[in-house]
């Protein structure tokens, strides 16, 4: 057919026909499709055996919906120099088939990540894994095909396996000399967060098994915390978490790990960018705490640092101020999706503050030195009637607190564990990286 490149076919065992066409028709609706089926077969048996999954990930709309996320996230090139920008520019059809025909030959060997280090908050120093581009999106098409089965808590995912072994064992490039790797798996790779759960899993089957009556484990990768009604428990959970770990050979990170006491509002803690604390509900029932959340303070930071890269002058190719709103809105509007079923007001408020102060400043910037500009002309409400997206209004509380009392939590998973003015404790943990 005209306009499309070469089609990669091969007979599968079956006797159907699958290929590497260069645009699947509705990769992500058929994607989707096996990701639910997938989810069921586990679901309907814990038992069930996969064993026909690295078929799955070499099908050439799951390796072009996993390009188009890879893509989508964006992310620095790994150690071969090949980048996202390029590999579009040449066509990432030829570059699929190509994945595609060493992942069906057995001869696909991922590359060892390359090192870098990123500012921590307290000064240090994180370590980075960057994969290549090429191990990303295979290590995406990996992930949209196991990780439905894992969420079912299906475990065994049979010669997929061999992959997961390959990409902890591919190594570290750091000062032009290549380290291996002997335990844990390097942050910065997309199939990094799934591996940490795959090995956690064993944590939440334990917990629910041993230490359930102690309190609630609610955990994201190798980030979680223990909530606790009291005092006394949370020292248990505590003594019971170390002990699950120690026997999967892992161990409590000393730094992020600590108990934090939530009765009357005392203390908070932040877990997966939202800070969590019991404040009175002034209007309904001045006497009694519930359990709120709001963006953290990091998770503010970061997103004036993102803000302020976009509005600056220098470096910002953008002519016109609906170029910067256009750069702006998938930002914020992403930013306000994750915090919007929480407590949030006061802080989106200050952040469309912010945001209307960096276009004046932008405006005033590209515009300050022509005698007929005032600022006074771009309120507000011209910027938004232009486009930009406002945070304010958008925060949807959830359904269930609401239904148990108006001004309750609008934390409603963490409804049974003191968030009435009782007693109530919480650990939170994190796993060390090895």
């Not at 069930?48 to 996230?73: K, M, P, S, T």
Request: with cysteine; net charge positive.
């Amino acid at each position: 057919m005209e306009g499309r490149a070469p089609a990669l076919v091969e007979r599968a065992d079956a006797g159907k026909c699958e290929g590497m066409a260069a645009r699947p028709n509705n990769p992500e609706d058929k994607v989707r499709e096996l990701q639910r089926t997938l989810w069921r077969c586990a679901k309907r048996s814990e038992s069930r055996r996969f064993h026909a999954l690295y078929d799955r990930i070499c099908r050439g709309d799951v390796l072009w919906e996993a390009w188009g996320r890879v893509r989508a996230n964006r992310g620095a090139a790994g150690i071969d120099g090949e980048s996202i920008a390029a590999i579009a520019e040449s066509g990432a059809e030829a570059w699929l088939a190509e994945i595609q025909a060493k992942l069906r030959a057995g001869e696909y060997r991922p590359s060892p990540v390359r090192r870098r280090y990123i500012p921590k908050s307290d000064g240090g120093q994180r370590p980075l894994g960057i994969p290549t581009v090429r191990d990303r999106v295979v290590q995406m098409a990996t992930k949209l095909v196991i990780e439905p089965i894992f969420e079912a808590d299906f475990l065994d995912c049979s010669y997929v396996l061999k992959l997961l072994r390959q990409w902890l064992e591919a190594g570290v490039l750091e000062d032009g000399s290549t380290r291996e790797t002997l335990a844990g798996t390097p942050q910065g790779g997309v199939i990094s967060p799934l591996l940490a759960n795959v090995y956690l899993n064993a944590l939440d089957r334990a917990w629910q098994a041993e230490a359930s009556h102690l309190g609630r484990l609610v955990r994201y990768a190798d980030d979680f915390v223990v909530l606790c009604r009291t005092t006394s428990a949370a020292k248990a959970a505590h003594k019971r978490v170390q002990d699950i770990l120690t026997r999967l050979g892992l161990e409590l990170h000393p730094e992020k790990t600590r108990a934090v006491n939530l009765c009357w509002g005392r203390e908070s803690f932040d877990f997966l960018g939202c800070t969590v604390r019991k404040r009175r509900s002034i209007l309904k029932a001045p006497h009694l705490y519930f359990m709120q959340r709001w963006p953290s303070v990091r998770a503010m930071k970061r997103l004036r640092e993102r803000v302020h890269e976009l509005t600056a002058v220098p470096g910002n190719p953008a002519r016109d101020v609906k170029e910067v709103i256009t750069a702006l809105n998938p930002v914020l509007r992403g930013w306000g999706n994750y915090f919007a079923t929480g407590n949030a007001d006061d802080k989106f408020n200050h952040i469309d503050d912010y945001v209307y102060q960096r276009l004046k400043r932008w405006l005033w910037r590209r515009g300050g030195q022509r005698r007929r500009f005032r600022l006074r002309c771009w309120p507000s409400g011209r910027l938004y009637a232009m486009g930009l997206y406002r945070l304010q209004g958008t925060v949807r509380y959830p359904s269930q607190a609401n239904l148990r009392r108006p001004s309750a939590s609008r934390v409603p998973e963490t409804g049974t564990h003191g968030l009435t003015g009782g007693p109530a404790a919480a650990a939170s943990n994190r796993v060390r990286r090895p």
